[in-house]
């Protein structure tokens, strides 16, 4: 039920309408924002009017990570900042939410801290971070990782996408020069603290009856590429006996992930395959697929994704076929301190949203790189479909609003000194 009247859920409304047409697929409703594609650009440009148009002096680092800063008179801008922020880009067809929630709720949080009065003793800074998703290149949180050095920039510039178009490509075209990709140490001692408030991807606050949440912990977790190697051949002309068909050995992993991963508790998907010739009248050459695992610790993490490997060695061996699995992802658990974490819950309880619940996540976040670097925090908003990387994903303008006041207070109390 919307609360009528409620001027901060017409302005978030009002702003999340500018940005909900860009790279929206109308058949699905899902959404097509690449890193350095037309549709994530004209976000990053969104953003740069939106942050200029409140006197944020705003840059984009070697990377492409959009910064705006936030630095009142008499505030010193070299001093640790307060950094909010999210990214823009989206898994295919995902959901609106997963990410630019985040960076409009960190601009109209902004505004009420000036509304309020409020005069930071540090700046506050509104972050964009590029590749977040890895839909494009493949590995997650290119962005952060490149800004602290998790990525070497000759690894993250030969990275490509499906059409085989490299990171460094991507970005001539888009007007940037890779030859700036890199560590940025500048940058990141200018990071005092880093909260990103993110569309909860699951169905705890709904179950709580809470708009919003904080963020305990990340899941560990990875993306392996399995490729399956036969011999490609005719479809109806090859008798079964004498077939040696990379599907029939992806199609068994493909199981066994499921499998492995319900008896070991974990969480195993396989939702993109590639396949070589992809031909409906002939054996496959070679099958391409992607594992996604996770799990509550790295124990179990590496447990399930060699229970993986090994089922699929031992179909490879019954199928004449070959499979190599290379990691390509790989996000290790990350605890969000505990400190930083208790002084946002506290700030946002005086805020009046009710009790704020601390909650694991088994979703990777620039949040989760940053961590191992400053201190770091999440604030999550109530999703009542609990689905994220669909169109389904969902936030009600009454718990954004929410969002917004909680990340306005976290912000309030980490800037005040
Ligand atoms: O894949 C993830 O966990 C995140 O949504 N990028
Ligand atoms: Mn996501
Ligand atoms: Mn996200």
Do not use: K
Not at 314 to 323: F, K, M, P, Q, W
């Amino acid at each position: 039920m919307s609360v009528d009247g409620d001027p901060l859920v017409a302005r978030f409304r009002a702003t999340w309408a500018e940005l909900a047409g860009i790279g929206r697929d109308p058949a699905t409703g899902g959404y097509l924002r690449y890193a350095w594609s037309p549709a994530e650009l004209a976000c990053r440009r969104w953003f740069v009017a939106q942050a200029t148009g409140r006197g944020l002096a705003v840059r984009a680092d070697g990377n492409g990570n959009l910064w705006g800063d936030w630095v009142p008179p008499g505030v010193d801008p070299t001093a640790p900042a307060v950094v909010t922020g999210s990214h823009f880009d989206s898994v295919p067809y995902g959901g609106g939410y997963d990410g630019p929630l985040g960076i409009v709720s960190a601009l109209l949080a902004v505004d009420i801290l000036r509304e309020q009065g409020v005069v930071p003793a540090r700046p506050v800074t509104v972050a964009a971070f590029v590749e977040e998703e890895g839909s494009r290149f493949g590995l997650a949180c290119l962005g952060s990782r490149l800004l602290t050095g998790a990525v070497s920039p000759e690894r993250a510039l030969a990275l490509a996408d499906a059409d085989g178009v490299t990171l460094a490509e991507a970005m001539r075209t888009a007007g940037a020069d890779p030859a700036a990709v890199g560590p940025d140490p500048a940058r990141l001692t200018r990071i005092g603290a880093f909260v990103e408030l993110h569309v909860e991807q699951g169905r705890a606050l709904v179950d709580l009856a809470a708009p919003v949440g904080v963020a305990s912990m990340i899941w560990p977790h990875g993306r392996w590429r399995l490729e399956f190697t036969g011999v490609g051949d005719h479809a109806g002309t090859t008798r079964m006996a004498d077939r040696r068909n990379p599907m029939l050995t992806c199609a068994h992993t493909v199981l066994a992930a499921d499998a492995q991963a319900r008896r070991l508790g974990g969480h195993a998907t396989v939702g993109r395959v590639e396949v070589r010739p992809n031909a409906t009248n002939a054996i496959p050459a070679r099958v391409r697929a992607w594992l996604d695992a996770r799990a509550a610790d790295g124990s179990t993490l590496a447990a399930l994704v060699d229970a993986v490997a090994a089922d699929a060695a031992t179909r490879a061996a019954a199928d004449g076929t070959t499979v190599t699995v290379v990691g390509e992802s790989d996000s290790p658990a990350v605890a969000f301190a505990s400190t930083l974490t208790g002084r946002i819950r506290t700030a946002i309880e005086a805020a009046g949203p009710g009790p704020v619940p601390v909650l694991p996540t088994a979703a990777g976040h620039d949040a989760g790189v940053l961590a191992g670097h400053v201190p770091t925090a999440m604030i999550f908003v109530r999703n009542p479909t609990g689905v994220s990387h669909a169109p389904a994903e969902h936030a009600t303008d009454d718990d954004c609003a929410a969002g917004v006041r909680a990340l306005a207070a976290a912000l309030a109390e980490l800037a005040a000194r």
